[in-house]
């Protein structure tokens, strides 16, 4: 990435206080864009492509960290929002997938279902950035987040929000919950009464632009002496039009550049360059297709979920005489019902060491965890670890060989899991600072802790890492 970054300046900072925060006065908004799929090799190779005020604006007038990651794997979209807003990985923040089992229903239940309210951030368990600038403000911080998908816009949020705002799957029209005050269920609906200009037809990245832009302007954000934020989900995967269910990648990146530019440039003058940080991220996922790897002579191969745990009841049945010990299972995760066991004192860590030995020998099965390894050993990788929350996950996790895909034939549901690293950048852009590269490797969990020392307030609760460096 390098060699798209063209102005470079070195800060001399006296203190981290200053490398955090290079102007004397704190920004007035903090715009906040998480790109779902977004990676350098992408970004790149279509360099040449790019007008002046996108992704290569950011670039050459912003500190670019080339070499971003998590701090747990697997990454998905409602893991890595969760991220980004709290500073801490699934383990301490709650969020670990899109969906878990629930152990009430014994059914797949989402991440930001609410039994009363529908939609709500409540199984976050830690404060979001958003949430500190609240407190530390007495509630004087603006706080919104806009994105194509729910989860995305409600974990984003956090608990304090003034209006979070996503699409509906199925009509596509922008919807909240009653979660938030009240103002912004008003708001939304004297939104969607405005006859909308233009004739054209907009993509989920381009509408999500649009409406963050509007929710700056009829909300005055930015506009008084309290920093206001705002967070903007955008894709890189799935551009998409109603005449176009998938763009090809080119034309993606193409008109995601536009249209950050046209982001950038609309916010910078309404607040001032000098008054606006932008920070920019990717999910760090891709949603691989299913490849026929056999056709290239790729080892492969099925792993079918339900059968095996239908073949792991049986087994625990003969050894304990107890039919149905699996509650349910969940991707790569299997639910064990702790339930009877604790009735009939039977120990949990013995049921899963031998459920463990058992599903190591199946075939396309590389690695099995338990709920003991991932809360005590310390021999198991530390991503892995981070990426499991005892209260949601599942009593075992599976881990496939690599090209082989999990698939559960009740359910239909597939996956693809990868090893393989996804390069992305974290870029941090406006507010006087001067441009660099920083090859060193950076956490996603530091740009919570990073957004706070510029507007000199405290990391969110569960945020252990520093902000990051600029210089």
Same mark, same amino acid.
Not at 310 to 328: E, S
Not at 433 to 439: E, R, T
């Given at each position: 990435?390098?060699?798209?970054?063209?102005? !470079?300046?070195?800060?001399?900072?006296?203190?981290?206080?200053?490398?955090?925060?290079?102007?004397? #006065?704190?920004?007035?908004?903090?715009?906040?864009?998480?790109?779902?799929?977004?990676?350098?090799?992408?970004?790149?190779?279509?360099?040449?492509?790019?007008?002046?005020?996108?992704? @290569?604006?950011?670039?050459?007038?912003?500190?670019?960290?080339?070499? /971003?990651?998590?701090? !747990?794997?697997?990454?998905?979209?409602?893991?890595?929002?969760?991220?980004?807003?709290?500073?801490?990985?699934?383990?301490?923040?709650?969020?670990?997938?899109?969906?878990?089992?629930?152990?009430? %229903?014994?059914?797949?239940?989402?991440?930001?279902?609410?039994?009363?309210?529908?939609?709500?951030?409540?199984?976050?368990?830690?404060? %979001?950035?958003?949430?500190?600038?609240?407190? #530390?403000?007495?509630?004087?911080?603006?706080?919104?987040?806009?994105?194509?998908?729910?989860?995305?816009?409600?974990?984003?949020?956090?608990?304090?929000?003034?209006?979070?705002?996503?699409?509906?799957?199925?009509?596509?029209?922008?919807?909240?919950?009653? !979660?938030?005050?009240?103002?912004?269920?008003?708001?939304?609906?004297?939104?969607?009464?405005?006859?909308?200009?233009?004739?054209?037809?907009?993509?989920?990245?381009?509408?999500?632009?649009?409406?963050?832009?509007?929710?700056?302007?009829?909300? /005055?954000?930015?506009?008084?002496?309290?920093?206001?934020?705002?967070?903007?989900?955008?894709?890189?995967?799935?551009?998409?039009?109603?005449?176009?269910?998938?763009? #090809?990648?080119?034309?993606?990146?193409?008109?995601?550049?536009?249209?950050?530019?046209?982001?950038?440039?609309?916010?910078?003058?309404?607040?001032?360059?000098?008054?606006?940080?932008?920070?920019?991220?990717?999910?760090?996922?891709?949603?691989?297709?299913?490849?026929?790897?056999?056709?290239?002579?790729?080892?492969?191969? %099925?792993?079918?979920?339900?059968?095996?745990?239908?073949?792991?009841?049986?087994?625990?049945?003969?050894?304990?005489?107890?039919?149905?010990?699996?509650?349910?299972?969940?991707?790569?995760?299997?639910?064990?019902?702790?339930?009877?066991?604790?009735?009939?004192?039977?120990?949990?860590?013995?049921?899963?060491?031998?459920?463990?030995?058992?599903?190591?020998?199946?075939?396309?099965? @590389?690695?099995?965890?338990?709920?003991?390894?991932? *809360?005590?050993?310390?021999?198991?990788?530390?991503?892995?670890?981070?990426?499991?929350?005892?209260?949601?996950?599942?009593?075992?996790?599976?881990?496939?060989?690599?090209?082989?895909?999990?698939?559960?034939?009740?359910?239909?549901?597939?996956?693809?899991?990868? *090893?393989?690293?996804?390069?992305?950048?974290?870029?941090?852009?406006? /507010?006087?600072? @001067?441009?660099?590269?920083?090859?060193?490797?950076?956490?996603?969990?530091?740009?919570?802790?990073?957004?706070?020392? !510029?507007?000199?307030?405290?990391?969110?609760?569960?945020?252990?890492?520093? /902000?990051?460096?600029?210089?």
């Amino acid at each position: 990435m390098n060699k798209y970054i063209t102005l !470079f300046a070195l800060a001399a900072l006296a203190n981290i206080e200053c490398e955090a925060q290079p102007n004397t #006065a704190v920004p007035r908004l903090v715009v906040g864009i998480t790109i779902d799929q977004l990676n350098s090799n992408d970004m790149e190779h279509f360099a040449a492509l790019y007008g002046n005020g996108g992704f @290569k604006k950011l670039l050459n007038e912003g500190v670019v960290y080339e070499n /971003a990651q998590y701090d !747990f794997a697997p990454v998905n979209l409602a893991s890595a929002s969760t991220a980004i807003a709290t500073g801490a990985s699934p383990t301490d923040n709650g969020i670990t997938a899109e969906r878990w089992i629930s152990r009430e %229903t014994l059914r797949p239940v989402g991440c930001t279902f609410d039994k009363k309210l529908m939609v709500s951030p409540n199984n976050v368990m830690a404060s %979001t950035i958003g949430d500190e600038m609240k407190m #530390a403000s007495n509630g004087n911080a603006l706080v919104f987040s806009v994105a194509a998908n729910q989860d995305a816009a409600v974990l984003h949020g956090g608990h304090a929000a003034d209006g979070v705002f996503w699409m509906d799957e199925s009509s596509r029209t922008w919807k909240t919950s009653a !979660f938030y005050p009240r103002n912004a269920q008003t708001w939304l609906d004297a939104y969607l009464r405005i006859p909308k200009q233009g004739t054209a037809k907009k993509n989920d990245n381009q509408t999500t632009c649009q409406l963050a832009l509007d929710c700056i302007n009829d909300h /005055a954000m930015g506009r008084d002496a309290y920093a206001d934020l705002l967070f903007v989900t955008l894709s890189a995967g799935n551009v998409a039009t109603e005449t176009n269910a998938m763009l #090809a990648r080119e034309a993606a990146y193409r008109e995601l550049d536009r249209t950050l530019a046209d982001l950038i440039l609309n916010i910078e003058q309404k607040v001032g360059k000098d008054n606006v940080l932008f920070v920019l991220t990717s999910t760090g996922r891709s949603q691989s297709n299913i490849e026929d790897y056999a056709k290239y002579n790729i080892p492969t191969g %099925t792993f079918y979920i339900n059968r095996t745990a239908n073949l792991l009841n049986m087994y625990l049945n003969a050894i304990y005489g107890i039919n149905r010990l699996v509650d349910g299972v969940l991707n790569n995760e299997i639910y064990i019902n702790k339930t009877i066991l604790e009735q009939k004192r039977i120990n949990i860590s013995e049921v899963l060491r031998h459920a463990r030995e058992f599903l190591v020998q199946i075939a396309g099965v @590389k690695e099995v965890y338990t709920a003991d390894q991932l *809360l005590l050993d310390n021999s198991v990788s530390t991503k892995t670890r981070n990426a499991f929350n005892h209260a949601v996950s599942g009593d075992i996790i599976v881990k496939i060989t690599p090209g082989w895909r999990i698939y559960n034939e009740e359910t239909k549901e597939e996956q693809l899991p990868s *090893l393989a690293n996804m390069p992305f950048p974290i870029i941090i852009y406006g /507010a006087g600072v @001067k441009p660099k590269a920083i090859s060193t490797p950076v956490s996603t969990n530091s740009i919570a802790p990073t957004i706070a020392r !510029f507007i000199r307030i405290r990391a969110p609760n569960a945020c252990v890492v520093p /902000a990051l460096p600029l210089k």
